[in-house]
């Protein structure tokens, strides 16, 4: 549900060790930046109907760090279709540039140690999905790949509350052959999936338009075509226009595929904020 982000960390990122990268071309603002890769969302994986989809983009750039916890920060939105060059950044961390822009950042984090919610089922996840207030209205995030649910060739991680826990809201996913190889959900679409259902539960009911700042994940595993799993998310914190929520990815056992924090900011003007449907005001 989110890629378009605010140009603000709220706290540093925690940065650590990278795996040792190959010998690239120097970039502007010093002799130890390189540009190692290079990183490009396909124009199908958007959030917004212009940029890529936040947990797509950040699952992608994760993967050149080298840490089982990958905290990535989105400054801009992340345009679709475009080569971005990965360079070092010193102390282990790494940008994502765009000509002299930085796009993300992205190195080693923690996870929130906290408890977690007891997870819905899967028949309470799909009834979640059916009660998305936002089903049929058009907005500026009905199109994403993830959670658009008008969307055919999307993941159908449509996030409702769950019925008798209104402070929960999930999604059932059921891994599609179009986000996989060789039987195996791709590492990026595990981040997609629980970047929109990390959305704030008291936004989603307010129609408050929040766009992604952070996002720190973990995953365990990569989930199977065809595996029936369940995304569910709550929010720990909440200040002004800032939320902070947490996400797990589980199975049919109920054991964690994937987890993750994500911090969201509300807009500060709503002109364009999520409507209301009819009948609901």
Not at 37 to 66: C, E, K, Q
């Amino acid at each position: 549900m989110s890629a378009l982000t605010f140009h603000v960390i709220d706290q540093p990122a925690l940065l650590g060790r990278l795996a040792p990268l190959p010998t690239g071309r120097a970039r502007a603002g010093g002799p130890d930046r390189f540009a190692v890769d290079t990183v490009t969302i396909d124009r199908r994986l958007n959030g917004p109907r212009r940029a890529a989809n936040g947990g797509f983009a950040a699952g992608t750039i994760a993967r050149h760090v080298d840490a089982d916890v990958v905290t990535v920060a989105l400054r801009r939105p992340v345009p679709l279709g475009r080569a971005l060059d990965v360079v070092t950044a010193g102390r282990g961390g790494i940008e994502v540039i765009r000509g002299r822009r930085v796009v993300a950042e992205a190195a080693p984090g923690v996870l929130d140690d906290g408890p977690a919610p007891v997870p819905p089922t899967f028949a309470d996840a799909v009834a979640a999905r059916a009660a998305h207030p936002l089903v049929g209205i058009r907005h500026p995030l009905s199109d994403c790949v993830v959670c658009g649910p008008a969307r055919s060739d999307g993941m159908g991680v449509t996030p409702g509350p769950v019925p008798g826990r209104p402070d929960l809201l999930a999604a059932p996913w059921v891994v599609g052959a179009e986000t996989a190889t060789a039987g195996l959900a791709h590492f990026p679409a595990v981040w997609g999936a629980m970047d929109c259902t990390s959305y704030p539960a008291a936004a989603l009911r307010s129609r408050e338009l929040c766009l992604l700042g952070t996002m720190t994940a973990s995953v365990e595993r990569r989930p199977h075509v065809g595996e029936e799993l369940v995304v569910y998310s709550w929010t720990r914190e909440h200040h002004g226009r800032r939320y902070e929520t947490s996400v797990r990815l589980v199975d049919a056992g109920g054991d964690t595929v994937a987890r993750a924090d994500a911090t969201w900011i509300a807009l500060r003007r709503q002109r364009r904020a999520l409507p209301v449907p009819a009948g609901r005001a």
